[in-house]
């Protein structure tokens, strides 16, 4: 039997997911955030997107300066992954307050998270409200990631987050099973 489930409940269905960390570089100032609704919209050209709500600062940043980065970070930044996603911008560099270190990518002044298993430099390429989220679109300028990546994930080394949603107030960022 399927039970009835509140609509604005729906997006919990899609869980687990594999969050990435996106990213951006205001004149030094460092927004930084996960996201899990992210999805590549083409592949060529490389366009990627991600739901977000307007209010976050890092939304607001990337509007801006209409640059970022997109980071997988493996489980090993669980912790990391909980403070970005649980704070707001209240330290000038959110990424290394939350302890990830960064330098700039190879192509645009974009945060890339050091240790990240992949990695995107992305322009701003559209913003379409959707409901009480933007989808925030962003043209590939550049993608890396390290050897276990071989055209596919080998998940030798990789070992994704799974989210699973907040649950019972801590958030549920696991690495996925059978991976440990
Ligand atoms: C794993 C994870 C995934 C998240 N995914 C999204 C998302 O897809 N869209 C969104 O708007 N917020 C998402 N959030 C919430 C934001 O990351 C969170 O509110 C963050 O603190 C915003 O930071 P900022 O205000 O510094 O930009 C997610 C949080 C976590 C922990």
């Known amino acids: 039997m399927l039970n009835k489930v509140d609509p604005s409940r729906v997006y919990r269905l899609f869980y687990p997911a594999v969050p990435a960390v996106v990213s951006c570089n205001d004149r030094g ?19 990627i997107g991600f739901a977000s709500s307007p209010q976050h600062a890092t939304h607001v940043a990337i509007s801006q300066v209409r640059s ?3 980071c997988w970070l493996d489980s090993s930044k669980v912790e990391a992954v909980k403070v970005l996603g649980s704070t707001g ?8 307050a939350a302890g990830l270190p960064h330098s700039r990518g190879k192509t ?3 945060p890339i998270v050091e240790g990240s298993a992949a ?7 559209h913003r379409q409200v959707i409901g009480d989220h933007e989808l925030v679109i962003g043209k590939v300028q550049a993608a890396w990631a390290i050897d276990d990546f071989q055209e596919y994930w080998k998940f030798e080394r990789y070992r994704p987050l799974l989210y699973t949603g907040l649950q019972g107030g801590a958030l549920g960022t696991h690495s996925a099973p059978g991976l440990d």
Do not use: G, Q, R
């Not at 100032?29 to 366009?47: E, F, K, R, T």
């Open 29 to 47: 100032l460092v927004y930084s955030m996960p996201v899990v609704s992210i999805i590549p919209l083409s592949n060529d050209p490389a366009i």
């Open 68 to 70: 970022f980065s997109v």
């Open 89 to 96: 911008h209240t330290a000038p560099d959110k990424l290394k």
């Open 108 to 110: 645009l002044d974009v």
């Open 119 to 125: 990695a995107l430099e992305c322009t701003l390429y």
